[in-house]
């Protein structure tokens, strides 16, 4: 995983045999890494075999009292209730929401039937005090020399930084779910208030060709209207607390003495957080959040009570709106040129992908999903509110929702040329890698090596040039499927 190839820590582990009650305690080694290396498909497998092995605590008991060992029992409980509290859980947890919306929706509408599928996101922040950290990060490094072994302050540095990682990534999943929620309530008030059908209202924010994305807000009377309001504002009031909590956590990151602190190779590894505040990630999400929550309090005002923003006028909130999209668009710049000299170096005549930089790719690519979410979430309110007869729909608004207007198809098509100059990018890389036209190992390490490779050399080498590949393949998928669905939330 150090070297950005997460194929050969998926053999390695396998090869342990790890037993289902060591996945707690020894899990961390292949559960961390593998999102931030672009295993998507692999990263939903490993979080839903985590969150599993909860849930298998019933079957466990079963056989203990058929099999008269009651003193088991016992010791079943008191495993299930430390796992219901433990750092790995919550890792999944976290790890789970984040594939969710990343590779496994795509479309407002999507979101909102996994969330109404799905109980609750977990692990809030005030419970994160109670969190117990059961990883044996001293497991591999035990006899190994001193100077290779995790300290206690290490093992504590290393907790605090990962129990605020997955505080982060919480807030920021939970955020986007409820702007979708929010965006889903609005079009159903709007639609009932209106006395249209739920077909004419829905703007054209959902891919035509599947069908399993289709969600039709539901319609009804004044009451439904007057429900759906309510929802409306519950999650706008949640979705304005998330964005001051996301940034106090970016800033506790920030000044946390270990955050850039290197562990020993067998260690427990690195979070993700250097990689995610020097991209400005948090920045993007949050900019992203003030864009969409300001659309909304713009176009129905009456609906924002205790929401966080009631006082400001609407000249701020206009001026919020477009300040928010300017800083999305030059940190996503700034973002991604930092994040394609990262993965690309040069070495004399020859060109070598750097896997540690896979990182701040996925970073990229998960701050653009977030931003194509909430801005199709401001696209909504806005083409709700136009109305749905075709004379409204021909007629150019004009005051708030004109300038709003605007200002959003000028953001969407900004947003949707970033989106391809970064697909772009992934596949040429992509095909240079499969062409052999970028190397995936160094040329020094590759000089050193005899001049017939050993079998296990070639395996491993092949095993990390395969693994580059299938990453960059897996986030060039998902952007094709982003790019497709914000072509369609266009206002």
């Given amino acids: 995983c150090r070297y950005g190839a997460f194929d050969p820590c998926a053999i390695i582990f396998n090869k342990l045999q790890i037993k289902h009650f060591l996945l707690e305690t020894v899990g961390y080694l292949w559960s961390t890494p593998v999102l931030g290396l672009g295993y998507f498909k692999t990263a939903s497998a490993v979080a839903q075999m985590m969150l599993g092995m909860n849930t298998e605590t019933g079957e466990f008991l079963i056989t203990a009292y058929r099999s008269g060992s009651f003193h088991k029992v016992i010791e079943i409980m008191d495993f299930k209730e430390s796992l ?43 419970v994160a005090a109670q969190w117990r950290d059961l990883r044996d990060v001293r497991a591999m490094t035990d006899w190994s020399p001193a100077e290779r072994q995790i300290s206690d302050l290490q093992k504590q540095s290393s907790f605090e930084l990962e129990s605020l990682w997955i505080e982060l990534r919480t807030c920021m999943n939970r955020s986007v779910c409820c702007m ?47 429900k759906a309001r309510s929802m409306d504002s519950g999650g706008l009031a949640e979705a304005a607390s998330l964005v001051e909590r996301i940034e106090q956590l970016c800033a506790d990151a920030a000044k946390h003495p270990g955050l850039r602190e290197k562990y020993p ?21 949050t900019a992203a959040l003030v864009v969409a929550i300001a659309t909304h309090n713009l176009l129905r005002p009456q609906q924002t009570e205790g929401a966080g923003s009631s006082d400001a006028s609407d000249s701020d909130k206009m001026d919020a709106v477009r300040k928010s999209l300017d800083a999305i668009a030059s940190a996503l710049e700034e973002s991604f040129a930092k994040a394609r000299s990262s993965v690309i170096a040069t070495e004399g005549d020859s060109r070598r992908f750097v896997g540690t930089g896979l990182e701040a790719l996925v970073n990229v690519v998960e701050s653009l999903s977030n931003v194509a979410y909430l801005l199709a979430c401001a ?33 969407h098509v900004r947003l949707s040329d970033f989106l391809a100059d970064v697909h772009s990018f992934l596949s040429s890389t992509h095909q240079e890698l499969v062409k052999k036209q970028v190397h995936s190992v160094p040329q020094s390490v590759l000089d050193q090596l005899p001049e017939r490779y050993t079998r296990s050399c070639q395996t491993a080498l092949k095993c990390i040039a395969d693994s580059h590949q299938l990453a960059l393949d897996s986030m060039v998928d998902v952007l094709s499927a982003k790019m497709k669905a914000f072509a369609n939330a266009k206002v």
Avoid: W
Wanted: charged share 15%; hydrophobic share 40%.
């Fill in 84 to 126: 219901q509290k433990s750092l790995q859980l919550a890792t999944a947890s976290a790890l789970y929401q984040s594939v969710e919306l990343l590779s496994m929706s795509h479309t407002i509408e999507e979101v909102v039937m996994r969330y109404q599928k799905t109980s609750p996101m977990v692990f809030p922040h005030e």
């Fill in 180 to 226: 979708c929620s929010v965006a889903a309530t609005f079009a159903s008030a709007a639609a009932a208030t209106n006395g249209a059908s739920a077909a004419s209202s829905a703007p054209a924010v959902t891919a035509a060709d599947d069908a399993d994305a289709n969600y039709t807000p539901p319609l009804g009377s004044e009451e439904l209207a007057a």
């Fill in 265 to 285: 190779a067998q260690g427990p590894h690195e979070t993700g957080l250097p990689a995610f505040l020097d991209g400005c990630h948090g920045k993007i999400h």
């Fill in 379 to 411: 696209n909504y309110f806005v083409s709700s509110s136009r109305g749905t007869s075709k004379k409204a729909r021909k007629k150019k608004p004009t005051g708030v929702l004109g300038e709003l207007l605007d200002m959003l198809t000028g953001a």
